[in-house]
């Protein structure tokens, strides 16, 4: 029988929320922009959209928020997640672990793509932009821990159509159930997730300065290549 050794932990790191300020720089975009309207203070944001809290708020300031991240130079011009790219850049140079930064872009993609892939060079350096995976479904993402600000994680399998996935073998799973993700949602507390008690089977990460080196280390030895 042949012998199994431990493969390398793949880390999934999110993007916005995780590693750039995305709650602050919407609330400062739109104050700047809109500086008559009400806005909603970080403390008070309830929900991963914040479209749809704006909507609640009042419709037509769903449109005007919208408009502030999709404009040219949002994305760019985040600030750093306070600890963030020294935990980045310490997690890259750790033995036997594999760091990505997996992220989902707008649907109006026009300057979220390119700026992400900006800010990723100028804040951590070009070795990271080859470590960017893009992607509209996280669950097809192979690895062991996904560090997110998002809740609740879905795949295609939660949608009524289904795109083709035959050709994502080598980021995910084929043709097979996306129901559940090979990896552990670790939650980034932001803002807008502050607020929710996850259930004794869910981890948490509370800042950068918190405990995901250990998080890390737990996943050592589970995970085993022939």
């Not at 929900?47 to 809290?53: K, L, M, T, V, Y």
């Not at 306070?82 to 594999?98: F, K, Q």
């Not at 996904?146 to 795109?163: A, E, F």
Request: aromatic share 10%; glycine share 8%.
């Amino acid at each position: 029988m042949a012998s199994r050794r431990a493969r390398p932990v793949r880390v999934l790191v999110d993007m916005d929320g995780v590693l750039a300020d995305f709650e602050g720089g919407l609330l400062r975009g739109f104050r700047r922009r809109f500086p008559a309207e009400p806005h909603i203070p970080l403390e008070q944001r309830r929900g991963f959209f914040a479209r749809e809290q704006y909507r609640a708020l009042r419709p037509d300031l769903a449109d005007k928020v919208a408009s502030v991240y999709e404009a040219p130079g949002f994305f760019l011009d985040l600030d750093p997640i306070p600890g963030a790219v020294d935990a980045m850049r310490e997690m890259s140079h750790m033995p036997d672990t594999e760091v990505f930064i997996c992220t989902t872009p707008l649907l109006k993609y026009q300057h979220c793509v390119g700026e992400k892939y900006r800010w990723v060079e100028q804040h951590l350096g070009p070795q990271f932009v080859e470590r960017i995976i893009l992607t509209r479904d996280k669950t097809m993402v192979l690895g062991d821990l996904l560090i997110d600000d998002k809740d609740t994680i879905r795949g295609w399998s939660h949608y009524p159509w289904q795109p083709p996935v035959s050709g994502l073998r080598g980021l995910g799973r084929g043709n097979e159930s996306l129901e559940t993700p090979c990896w552990e949602h670790i939650l980034f507390t932001c803002c807008h997730n502050q607020h929710l008690v996850l259930p004794p089977t869910r981890r948490r990460l509370l800042s950068w300065s918190d405990s995901w080196r250990d998080i890390i280390d737990s996943k050592r030895g589970r995970v085993l290549q022939p």
